[in-house]
């Protein structure tokens, strides 16, 4: 019926998106903010429940949810209630107003920790989360995986005590 009258563009989407991208942004900030002990998993747990909960708010549940093993069955067999294009912008939203500008933050606080603990499930989705994202974000990625692996390098080869907590080679 919306649809019918234009309501849905012309009124609906346009202030649904507004309110949105100013909530997702301000949760962003928080959620930021909150981090204890730059863990930044938490935090990218988050976002992906967020994009989660935005596509079952608007695809059926014959439709694939991309990287939605995290989300509950529940919430994947809720929608739709929006329309496609909706869904997407607010997925949209997501990204780049609660992840987007707190890539670098993140990335600082958190990549070499997890890179430390070989925590290659939440290294796959901080990438997973930054695919969407323009290649500045990518790239940031990239560069602190690559100083992360040369500054190993550099402790390795320095002289001293070289025990590893994994180091499996006899004398």
Do not use: W
Not at 12 to 41: H, M
Not at 120 to 137: F, H, K, N, S, T
Request: net charge negative; aromatic share 6%.
């Amino acid at each position: 019926m919306a649809t019918e009258l234009n309501l849905y563009d012309a009124h609906f989407r346009p202030s649904l998106l507004s309110s949105s991208q100013t909530f997702y942004a301000d949760e962003g900030r928080k959620n930021l903010n909150s981090l204890a002990d730059n863990d930044i998993v938490p935090f990218l747990h988050h976002v992906r429940r967020r994009i989660d909960e935005c596509y079952s708010f608007s695809f059926s549940h014959t439709e694939a949810l991309p990287d939605s093993k995290d989300l509950p069955k529940e919430t994947v067999l809720g929608g739709p209630f929006l329309d496609a294009p909706t869904g997407r912008a607010l997925v949209d939203a997501v990204q780049t107003h609660a992840l987007g500008p707190h890539v670098t933050p993140l990335i600082d606080a958190g990549l070499s920790r997890l890179l430390e603990r070989d925590d290659v499930d939440e290294i796959g989705r901080l990438y997973r989360l930054l695919l969407p994202l323009p290649p500045a974000a990518k790239k940031k990625l990239l560069e602190a995986f690559g100083n992360h692996v040369a500054a190993a390098t550099l402790r390795a080869l320095q002289p001293g005590d070289r025990t590893k907590p994994n180091d499996n080679t006899q004398n």
